[in-house]
Antibody
Framework: EVQLVQSGAEVKQPGESLKISCKGS????????IGWVRQMPGKGLEWMGI????????RYSPSFQGQVTISADKSISTAYLQWSGLKASDTAIYYC??????????WGQGTLVTVSS | EIVLTQSPDTLSLSPGERATLSCRASQSISSFLAWYQQKPGQAPRLLIY???NRATGIPARFSGSGSGTDFTLTISSLEPEDFAVYYC????????FGGGTKVEIK
């Protein structure tokens, strides 16, 4: 069974760094792109970027380029999303999703990130 | 960037009624459009891909149509579990979502 399990909720202060994770299981992790999606409180969905774990090729949405870093460790089947200096506007739920045949069928459960002083 | 505009923002219907949701692209995206359903507290669920193909496990009451710039998601007869927010998403040029349509109980 394909599963994407994300790390737990985080509460951070502005300016802090953070790295959240998405662990894949039940499939060959290196063979499928993983994407990250943001959902701000009460708002819609936004694609942030995608990564191919086999060679760590990464593509970012123009809106998120330079704001976050997407990475992967194929030895432990885990993708990451990280910030070096959080802002209150980063408060959101973040989802990872696996691409197959150009579509995203499998999703993680989401990670709530709260940034507040 | 390709902008997807969904309409209406909210659709108020009763169980058993037919729901018709629209998604318009700012430029042609061929058939590279997907539809997702999202319920409160849950991750999005892929319903339709490539404009008209139902994803695995999706009931036949969900159907998608369209190509180019105009697309439609139809739910033939609403079940209680269908009341949710629906998003379209294109993959022709990068990936973008529409703003969503909320289907609520009338």
């Amino acid at each position: 069974e394909v599963q994407l399990v994300q790390s737990g909720a985080e509460v951070k202060q502005p300016g802090e760094s953070l790295k959240i994770s998405c662990k894949g299981s039940g499939y060959s992790f290196t063979n499928y792109w993983i994407g990250w999606v943001r959902q701000m409180p009460g708002k819609g969905l936004e694609w942030m970027g995608i990564i191919y774990p086999s060679d760590s090729e990464t593509r970012y949405s123009p809106s998120f380029q330079g704001q976050v870093t997407i990475s992967a460790d194929k030895s432990i089947s885990t993708a990451y999303l990280q910030w070096s200096g959080l802002k209150a506007s980063d408060t959101a739920i973040y989802y990872c999703a696996r691409r197959s045949n150009n579509n995203y069928f499998y999703w993680g459960q989401g990670t709530l990130v709260t940034v507040s002083s | 960037e390709i902008v997807l505009t969904q309409s209406p923002d909210t659709l108020s219907l009763s169980p058993g009624e037919r729901a018709t949701l629209s998604c318009r692209a700012s430029q042609s995206i061929s058939s590279f459009l997907a539809w997702y359903q999202q319920k409160p507290g849950q991750a999005p669920r892929l319903l339709i891909y490539d404009a008209s193909n139902r994803a695995t496990g999706i009931p036949a009451r969900f159907s998608g149509s369209g190509s180019g710039t105009d697309f439609t998601l139809t739910i033939s007869s609403l079940e209680p579990e269908d009341f949710a927010v629906y998003y379209c998403q294109q993959r022709s040029n990068w990936l973008t979502f529409g703003g969503g349509t909320k289907v609520e109980i009338k």
